[in-house]
């Protein structure tokens, strides 16, 4: 019987980061100034206000659905927010808005981390262990089972992962020689999947791989989503075609924004619509991202970003004084230019 599996949808994800302007400094050369200048410069200075917090606009308005037995995949340029909404989806950050639902139910955080895998783009792995030390460590501190299934659990994982042949390897570092980085991104992988989880949330799983080893770790996440049901989310850099391939949907990013969310083949549909032929021999993925300023929709600027333009409500007032005091200003000059005329035209005309 089929595994039942989780359907993942995070819906309007707004997420924001606040940062405090930094107070000037009021006497950066006190050193150099005489005491009563200081004084009758205290005296004078009121307190500054407290600053307005600025804040930056991280997601904006984010939904996207991960359906279980597949992978969806996170691409955009640099900055375009794949690793914020990785950690909102992991339950690592909170949104300031939106909602997590899963198979369309709400669900709480501290359930999921338990339901959920996060691997994140670092290795954090013990050099001096072997590969198999690593995963019995791992089980001891994850799971509360008898040695016998502890085992048996760490070798069929050994298996899933293609770690058998490098289970008693240590994992190593720059100094110490060990497992190569595929084997040790696969170690990350199996620490987090340990208590088999339904959802498996990978950030950059390929990052700092060569092609091959790249093309072997989405195998191995393809054929856990296909064979157990699990429901896979990446963030990935420039995917190899073979990559792409293995990919059932694709949320494209820029800016904190979604530009589309779909199949492969309904990117190339939505790049066509736009007027973007795809080249011969040109990867799709590679493609959109680089046409990620064209998929943008022009007016795709959010209040804060109009605010910081010069479009928000202050701003609006200042524009609208500023209008009346140029029609004040043109009207009365208008006046002044009238009289001087008529004064003319009456002492021509000998008038008084
Ligand atoms: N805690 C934070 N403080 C300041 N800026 C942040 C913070 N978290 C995210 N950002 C900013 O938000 C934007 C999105 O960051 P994020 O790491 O999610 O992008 P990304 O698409 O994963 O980028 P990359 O592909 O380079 O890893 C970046 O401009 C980043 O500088």
Redesign the pocket.
Known sequence: MKKQGCEIEAVGINYK?YKHRTRRFSYPFKIFTTTTTIVEQEEQSEPEPEPEPEF?H?LKNVTCRAKPWEILAIV?P????????LEVLAGRLTPQTGSFLVNQKPINKTHFKKISGYVTQKDTLFPLLTVQETFIFTAKLRLNLKPAILNSRVNSLLNELGLTHVASTRIGDDRIRGVSGGERRRVSIGIDVIHDPQVLILDEPTSGLDSTSALQIIDMLKTMAETQGRTIIL?I?QPGFRIVKLFNSVLL?AD?SVLHHGTVDQLSLHLLSMGLLLPLHVNIVEFAIDAVETLQPPRNRSEDVMKEEGFGEESRWRNVVIMVCFITFYRFISYVVLRCRCSCICLKEGLT
């Open positions: 980061i930056r991280v955009g640099s900055g375009a927010g794949k690793s914020t909404l963030s850099h990013m904190g």
